[in-house]
């Protein structure tokens, strides 16, 4: 009788630690999943379009042609360049106007004005920076601006507004 109670426990015993690995083992693989998804979500794809633009505004003083803007991912900032070239029209400022003081320009994603990180707009830059490159009257100059995203979905809205007192802003929409 009491060999048969020291089976009937170590049966019972066995059944229990059966159960027992099996839910573990479960846990387990569904732990192994969730560390899969992980893997994929940060095995996505990092953020590389190139949109061509081409898109040109004409103003009183000046005419601007934005030509591409490029959004990608660099040190895990999303970041977009943003490449135009502009041409001189200002005859009362012949060879000295600057885009500058053509106009005020803003990047903005959803409703964020957007922060440029190499400091283009900073007058300290001026001997170094396209934006405050001396066009001569009639001629093009390139500039590139590099603006740092909100996200990689909402599209950006390139706004510009003429020191005249005469021309209203216009914006150019980008989609990526």
Known sequence: MRRLLLLFLAMIVSIGLVACDESSSSDSSSDDDSKQEEKKEEKKEPLNVKVDVDKELNFEKFDV??????????????????????????????DEMTFFVATLFDVKQ????????NDAWNPENKNSSDVFFPNALGGEWGI?????????????EIIFTPTTETEESETVKVDF
């Open 65 to 94: 042609v934005v030509k591409t803007v490029k959004a990608y991912e660099k040190d895990n900032a999303l970041l977009a360049d943003i490449n135009l070239d502009w041409r001189n029209n200002a005859s009362d400022y012949g």
């Open 144 to 156: 590139k601006m590099t603006y740092e995203l909100v996200d990689e979905s909402t599209p950006i």
């Open 110 to 117: 959803g409703k964020q004005s957007l922060i440029e990180v």
